[in-house]
């Protein structure tokens, strides 16, 4: 099974900071990595696909990077509403694959 | 709107069985592959089962493999999840969503998902 593994596992950052998150593959994925947002109690939400594609409706504020093994999640100028957990997930191999959540919090 | 609602967890005796249900609207249900996800409490998300457009070809996740089935009735506009020899791990929201693609497919992406349906296993 692919692992995957983000860093970092979870962090404290204020209101229109920037934020990254990196997720690595212990094998190459190409670019077959998805970002998720899930908030407590809500259904988990796409935000980028095949790495660097933003979702249509995804605020431009996230963006996605990577191919290979080493992949990253940027949010500029945090909002409210973006403090939630984030996942990457690979769809290169059966089974697919999660990190283990980066969980963003308000400092 | 595009949606996917979940129904049937509770709460089962270990061993016993449970079937969740997943409604899809808002899209042509029997165009699009689904798969079921699952976040155990206090652990990340874990990928389930697959099954394809036309019911044709489904694949599982080993924890599951020979338990579970995963199903749909595209008159219905809904999938399932037939979840026997239930064990304590398998205690979890569960979640419905939908693949990018009719075949399963590297490159897939989920989107959207359901809310969840909660299971608890407990004697």
């Known amino acids: 099974d692919i692992q995957m593994t983000q860093s970092p596992s979870s962090l404290s950052a204020s209101v229109g900071e920037r934020v990254t998150i990196t997720c690595r593959a212990s094998q190459s994925i190409t670019t077959y990595l998805n970002w998720y947002q899930h908030r407590p109690g809500k259904a988990p939400r796409l935000l980028i696909h095949v790495a660097g594609s933003l979702r249509s409706g995804v605020p431009s504020r996230f963006s996605g990077s990577g191919a290979g093994t080493d992949f990253t999640l940027t949010i500029r100028g945090l909002q409210p509403e973006d403090f939630a957990t984030y996942y990457c997930q690979q769809t290169y191999s059966l089974p697919y694959t999660f990190g283990q959540g980066t969980k963003v919090a308000i400092k | 709107q595009v949606q996917l609602v979940e129904s049937g967890g509770g709460v089962v005796q270990p061993g016993r069985s449970l079937r969740l249900s997943c409604v899809a609207s808002g899209f042509i249900f029997n165009n699009f592959g689904m798969h079921w996800v699952r976040q155990a409490p206090g652990k990340g998300l874990e990928w389930v089962a697959f099954?394809?457009?036309?019911?044709?070809?489904?694949d599982y996740g080993k924890s599951v493999k020979g338990r579970f089935t995963i199903s749909r009735d595209n008159s219905k506009n809904t999938l399932y999840l037939q979840m026997s020899s239930l064990t304590v791990e398998d205690t979890a929201v569960y979640y419905c969503?939908?693949?990018?693609?009719?075949?399963?497919?590297?490159?897939?992406?989920?989107?959207?998902w359901g809310q969840g349906s909660q299971v608890t296993v407990s004697s």
């Open positions: 099954i394809s457009s036309d019911g044709s070809n489904k």
């Open positions: 969503a939908r693949s990018s693609y009719r075949q399963l497919m590297p490159g897939d992406w989920f989107d959207p």
